[in-house]
């Protein structure tokens, strides 16, 4: 299998967790996203969406999307449940976490890390609900050490991505210290250390 991707997205780290977690062999090519990679007319012949990450599996079939990436990889493993409706949760909160959260978190991040903004040039209602995902995050992490719970799941792995580098879109998780203790656990049982 090969990943496309970048390391600077966190979409893209998505895959690169899920995968060492499991063990899963794998070759890392690097697309500078910055720097167009993405829109080259060899990528686009392989991933007309232009976007990062993608992966190329056994036998030539292309997959695109970091949640559907993700929950592929995890079938049959126990990042994803096999209870259909703890399945359905998972699923949940990787739909959640592409509306409510990513569009903030993550947008918030690269205008600050990327692009140079500072915290008070962002969007404000950007920020807003960004932080509104942090405390809904938190709230359901009050009671439970995972977001489905089952265990560790594609859920938690796909919410840790962004979540865990929230500093760099100007966001805090002092306020918020169950997602705090949650990001501790997640990069304890993946391995998971430094930026």
Known sequence: M??????????CLKVK????????PYTWVDVDI????????EFLSKN???QVPYVELDGGRVLAQSNAIIRY???DSPLLPTDNYLQAKVDEWLFWEQYSHEPYIAVNRFQMKYLGKTRHELESWRVERGEQALRFMDKHLQ????????????ADIALLAY????????FTLDTTPNVAGWVGRCEKTLGISGP
Do not use: F
């Open 2 to 11: 090969k990943v496309y991707g970048d390391k600077i997205s966190g979409n």
């Open 143 to 154: 009671a439970n050490p995972w977001l489905v719970e089952s265990g560790i799941s594609v």
């Open 73 to 75: 990889l995890a079938k």
């Open 17 to 24: 967790y899920t995968a060492d977690h499991l063990g899963l």
């Open 34 to 41: 910055m720097a167009g990679g993405a829109k080259t007319p």
């Open 48 to 50: 007309p969406q232009g």
């Open 163 to 170: 979540t865990r580098l929230c500093h760099e879109g100007g």
